[in-house]
């Protein structure tokens, strides 16, 4: 009797995973994305929505650290200015510095997947980076970059203030934390991104970068971010994709 529960488990669990990746959900119920209550509010979107544009302008003249002038574009970030969720990767790759947008890549396209996976669009979400600009042959970001950088990631996340971060990856893990525990420590369970005095702690959840996914392909690890992906929505109380009827 056992088995069955663990087999009947196993099988739920890998066409979770399978639809995962190739964005085949079907949505249960009704209203898929509850909007937080600032997010439908038009002229605070707005503000935010100037907010985050002056920002990306500094972004874009900025030459705090060498990475400036060698970029071909620098990527602030994009998305929803009040977005329930921010995803926070590395910085950008060959792509991104070619397009000045996050994520568009390779491991941007598995990032889509992701967000379709939850039910959700690309403009419900924002997509950030630690460093907005690209280290050359996309190597591991330096101190001194992330130090020079980091403000910027810290007013575009004081401005949105989404519910939950999602940290993909290690160095995006740890410089939001402040900690030098690996991935494997942070993943799969809330912790706290402190916005500043006085502002309430924003929950962040780790997880794998989807660069490091494609390089581990594995069922296990494709669960791994599935099982993290539904506890951010659970938590933000949005309904979990299930396979089903379109
Ligand atoms: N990897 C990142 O961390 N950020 C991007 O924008 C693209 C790939």
Request: net charge positive; charged share 30%; aromatic share 6%.
């Amino acid at each position: 009797m056992e088995k069955d529960v663990d087999i009947t488990k196993a099988v739920r669990q890998h066409s979770e995973m399978d639809e995962f990746f190739t964005g085949g959900f079907a949505i249960k119920g009704q209203k898929v994305i509850p909007e937080k209550a600032n997010q439908e509010d038009s002229a605070a979107v707005a503000e935010a929505a100037k907010g985050l544009e002056r920002i990306a302008d500094e972004v874009r003249r900025c030459r705090e650290c060498g990475l400036g002038s060698i970029r071909t574009n620098a990527v602030p970030g994009e998305g929803h200015p009040n977005a329930r969720i921010m995803f926070v990767g590395e910085a950008p790759g060959a792509d991104e510095d070619a397009q000045g947008r996050p994520f568009v890549g390779r491991a941007g396209k598995l990032l889509d997947k992701i967000i379709a996976a939850c039910g959700l669009k690309r403009s419900d979400v924002f997509i950030g980076n630690i460093l907005k600009c690209r280290p050359p042959e996309n190597r591991d970001p330096r101190a001194d970059e992330i130090i020079s950088c980091f403000p910027y990631l810290q007013s575009q996340i004081e401005i949105i203030n989404p519910e939950i971060i999602v940290a993909l990856g290690a160095p995006a893990s740890k410089t939001l934390l402040n900690t030098n525990k690996s991935i494997g420590q942070l993943r799969g369970q809330f912790h706290e991104y402190y916005a500043g005095l006085g502002r309430a702690p924003i929950k962040l959840m780790p997880t794998y970068h989807t660069a490091y996914l494609l390089r581990n392909y594995s069922p296990e690890n494709r669960q791994r971010v599935w099982e993290d992906m539904k506890k951010v929505l659970a938590e933000l109380g949005l309904e979990i994709p299930v396979r089903g009827k379109k």
